[in-house]
């Protein structure tokens, strides 16, 4: 059976949604330039022969709705390049980078171009009024963890779902809940988003992200080259100094959580025999995928049993894992969630700092993951990484991935 290999990759500098360095680009246009960005590092590699381009788009509407990916595949030149938008939340594009992995595991293609994009900054207007059921039974789950109560289960017992979960479900309730079932405290939290921000600047300032990003070209003609929304300033103090962002009993602030962003990401992913055929080097190879389901009240506890399955099929343990870059979402989830996998925080968790820092633009995540996995696996010499984050609506995804050149 080929192997899938990973033979270009980049991202788009990250924006804060709203008021950063991305609110006049469409989304579109964003994932073109960054597509074009990434293609241009195979300069050898015919862009007619990539056969499909997945996309992956957390909230596919307005000017990110439609087949997005058709779109951008059309904004590319590449009009005999079909695309299928993607929509996993927050793993979209890392459920892109699955797909083309299968497909090339099967032998039903050898090249393809996948990624994400999110624009928060250009959504439509969001109903503000959340799924009220969805809301109640959160509400009631959450009650049980604080009171001890035993949990039940949220399938048959209590309030069952009846519709999409939008933004407005609250994702800080789950992560609340997440913190109070592990006694994840407000000064882990705290301590852990100093971590990310400290570790993201030094990642900044020594030019590590630069090494990743794709610069984007703004309607006025000025370039964006590096991520707003690191805050080299944090301190303790300013943390602590926050109010609860959810729930006023809680331990979630703005500060332990990611921010709303724009961004975009990409990678060319071909089959070995492809990458030697046209003269290709493999940055990685595709180990292994792996996904998981769990109550969307604890959906922050996703990176587990995801991890798990993706170790298990890879036919390895934690141990064998160099770097995880693991989302960010919240610190409330990330920490217990290390926890339960063993991984060694201090050296091998999100290095370069994370997604508290640098955002989250939900579509095009998962691929930003991979891309700074690949970086920091070339950056410190290592060899085998894992990009794994927890997904709204209760699920899991991983990747492993093993270092090529």
């Known amino acids: 059976m080929t192997e899938a290999v990973i033979v270009a990759i980049g991202r788009s500098p990250i924006a804060r949604a709203r008021k950063g360095g991305l609110v006049d ?35 596919p509407s307005g000017e990110q709705g439609f087949n997005l990916a058709r779109q951008v595949a059309a904004l590319l030149g590449l009009d005999d390049l079909p695309g299928a938008t993607v929509n996993r939340f927050c793993a979209s594009s890392l459920q892109a980078t699955r797909m083309a992995y299968h497909a090339i595991k099967a032998g039903e293609g ?28 959160t509400k009631e789950i959450g009650e049980r963890i604080a009171s001890g109560k035993s949990w039940g289960d949220p399938r048959t017992d209590g309030v069952a ?10 994702m800080g309730l ?41 610069p984007i070209i703004r309607p006025d003609g000025s370039r964006f080259t590096a991520d707003d929304s690191i805050r080299p300033s944090t301190t303790r103090q300013g943390l602590a100094a926050l109010e609860p962002a959810f729930d ?3 331990t979630v602030t703005a500060g ?48 587990v049993e995801s991890s798990e399955r993706a170790l298990w099929l890879a036919g390895m343990t934690i141990d064998d894992i ?18 339960q996998l063993d991984i060694d925080i201090a050296e091998k968790l999100n290095p370069f700092g994370g997604s508290i820092a640098l955002g989250h633009p ?6 930003r993951l991979l891309t700074t996995l690949i970086n920091g696996l070339r950056t410190r010499d290592q060899t085998l990484g894992m990009a794994t984050l927890c997904v709204g609506g209760g699920q899991g995804m991983a990747v492993v991935v093993e270092r090529m050149s």
């Open 362 to 367: 939900y579509g095009a995540t998962g691929v």
């Open 248 to 250: 006023p009993a809680g």
């Open 110 to 137: 050898h090249a393809f171009l996948v990624g994400g994009v999110e624009s928060i900054s250009r959504y439509p207007a969001l109903d503000p009024q959340p799924n009220l059921r969805f809301s109640d039974r």
């Open 174 to 214: 789950t992560a609340e809940n997440v913190a109070r079932m592990t006694g994840t405290t407000r000064a882990d939290q705290d301590e852990y988003a100093l971590r990310s921000q400290s570790l993201a600047a030094r990642s900044a300032s020594d030019g590590f992200f630069a090494r990743e990003i794709v």
């Open 256 to 303: 332990n959580c990611c921010p709303f962003n724009d961004g975009a990401s990409g990678a060319v992913i071909v089959s070995a025999e492809f990458a030697a055929s046209h003269g290709l080097t493999p940055l990685a190879r595709i180990v292994a995928t792996g996904v998981s389901g769990l109550s969307p009240e604890i959906m922050g506890l996703g990176p």
């Open 161 to 170: 779902p009846d519709g999409m979960i939008t933004l407005g479900f609250g």
């Open 322 to 339: 160099d770097i995880v870059e693991m989302n960010e979402a919240f610190a409330a989830q990330v920490l217990p969630s290390a926890r």
């Open 25 to 59: 680009v469409r989304a579109d246009e964003l994932a073109t330039q960054v597509f074009q960005g990434v293609l241009d590092q195979v300069p050898d590699l015919d862009p007619t022969a990539l056969e499909d381009l997945y996309l992956g788009v957390s909230e």
